[in-house]
């Protein structure tokens, strides 16, 4: 009966995957607006740079976030540090602090739009696109006049939208674990994580909790496998995630030289990728045996934020490694 309930509440778990909205790269982006309006007089722009309520600085600022098509802070940061260095006698700005303040302005003033994606009631990712009229200024004031390739644009896409998604999921649980234990840190969006004496890590998401006294480290990452095609093959795209998982593999060894648990949970996008991401991990079934676990941010809305039907587990049965049915009550966080 144990068996057969399991199988039961299997079915249902991929139900839930399948029935759920699936995101694929490139075919749209839907974010909520917090600014809407794109100027249109060119005389309205000439008259905000003689004011100096727009400078030469902030040309670069849309310059940057051309270049990815959309993006958070922290990339556009990174862009202009870059820039920076390229050209260092350049009016650009690159520190983090004043360069949230600059992009508000652009966005006041019509030449961003800034759209915020709430993660679960507890944060938000703010991401950046270049307005026709912010493309139009910057281009002529920088003589440029050229779009960035599509492919490269598509590939920034997908890199803030994964960290979107995974963001979601990591605020979910948040939430969920405060109830049974006491969160040491959170953080969601990519940060730097030590494994070692050199090593970093940039996780999607990460959680640390006290729970019994015992503390547990869980890291979430996006295992999306919608390739656009104008970015990586398939192949190239399971290789990358292959060598993901290998830091993985040293992050969980560090830990566990502190004696602290960790646990792991890949977003996908559908149950395809679920089976996708098992074949993966059976080459790796050493170090991700019972404690990873898959779902999505989407098949936890579609579930009602319930975790016992929106969560699979691989495990090790016999020689090989099989997706599963969580046990509730082997799952602390999710009784």
Same mark, same amino acid.
């Given at each position: 009966?144990?068996? *057969?309930?399991?199988?039961?509440?299997?079915?249902?778990?991929?139900?839930?995957?399948?029935?759920?909205?699936?995101?694929?790269?490139?075919?749209?982006?839907?974010? *909520?607006?917090?600014?809407?309006?794109?100027?249109?007089?060119?005389?309205?722009?000439?008259?905000?740079?003689?004011? *100096?309520?727009?400078?030469?600085?902030?040309?670069?600022?849309?310059?940057?976030?051309?270049?990815?098509?959309?993006?958070?802070?922290?990339?556009?940061?990174?862009?202009?540090?870059?820039?920076?260095?390229?050209?260092?006698?350049?009016?650009?700005?690159?520190?983090?602090?004043?360069?949230?303040?600059?992009?508000?302005?652009?966005?006041?003033?019509?030449?961003?739009?800034?759209?915020?994606?709430?993660?679960?009631?507890?944060?938000?990712?703010?991401?950046?696109?270049?307005?026709?009229?912010?493309?139009?200024?910057?281009?002529?004031?920088?003589?440029?006049?050229?779009?960035?390739?599509?492919?490269?644009?598509?590939?920034?896409?997908?890199?803030?939208?994964?960290?979107?998604?995974?963001? *979601?999921?990591?605020?979910?649980?948040?939430?969920?674990?405060?109830?049974?234990?006491?969160?040491?840190?959170?953080?969601?969006?990519?940060?730097?994580?030590?494994?070692?004496?050199?090593?970093?890590?940039?996780?999607n998401g990460y959680i640390r909790c006290l729970h019994y006294g015992a503390y547990w480290n869980i890291i979430l990452e996006a295992a999306h496998f919608n390739v656009d095609d104008r970015i990586e093959s398939e192949q190239e795209r399971v290789l990358k995630f292959e060598e993901k998982l290998a830091t993985l593999i040293k992050v969980k060894d560090a830990f566990a030289a502190k004696y602290e648990?960790?646990?792991?949970?890949?977003?996908?996008?559908?149950?395809?990728?679920?089976?996708?991401?098992?074949?993966?991990?059976?080459?790796?079934?050493?170090?991700?045996?019972?404690?990873?676990?898959?779902?999505?941010?989407?098949?936890?809305?579609?579930?009602?934020?319930?975790?016992?039907?929106?969560?699979?587990?691989?495990?090790?049965?016999?020689?090989?490694?099989?997706?599963?049915?969580?046990?509730?009550?082997?799952?602390?966080?999710?009784?």
């Open positions: 009966m144990a068996v *057969e309930k399991e199988i039961a509440d299997f079915v249902k778990i991929a139900e839930g995957f399948k029935n759920s909205s699936v995101f694929r790269y490139g075919n749209g982006i839907s974010l *909520e607006p917090v600014t809407k309006s794109d100027i249109k007089s060119v005389d309205y722009l000439e008259e905000l740079l003689m004011a *100096e309520k727009i400078t030469l600085s902030d040309m670069y600022i849309l310059e940057a976030v051309a270049f990815f098509g959309h993006a958070d802070l922290k990339m556009v940061a990174g862009r202009l540090k870059w820039m920076v260095e390229k050209f260092p006698k350049k009016p650009i700005i690159a520190d983090s602090d004043s360069l949230g303040g600059r992009l508000q302005t652009l966005g006041k003033y019509g030449l961003l739009w800034r759209r915020k994606y709430s993660c679960g009631g507890k944060g938000n990712i703010f991401v950046y696109t270049i307005t026709y009229r912010g493309f139009k200024m910057y281009s002529e004031r920088l003589d440029k006049s050229f779009h960035y390739d599509t492919g490269l644009v598509a590939q920034c896409t997908t890199r803030v939208l994964r960290s979107i998604h995974v963001g *979601e999921v990591a605020c979910i649980f948040e939430g969920r674990l405060s109830k049974v234990a006491e969160i040491e840190e959170w953080r969601h969006s990519s940060y730097a994580l030590r494994y070692g004496e050199k090593g970093r890590f940039y996780p648990n960790t646990l792991f949970v890949f977003c996908v996008e559908d149950f395809e990728g679920v089976n996708r991401l098992s074949k993966i991990l059976a080459g790796f079934k050493e170090d991700f045996n019972g404690n990873t676990y898959v779902t999505s941010e989407r098949v936890l809305k579609v579930n009602q934020l319930d975790f016992a039907s929106s969560m699979v587990k691989t495990r090790i049965i016999g020689s090989d490694l099989k997706v599963t049915a969580c046990i509730p009550s082997q799952e602390w966080f999710i009784a």
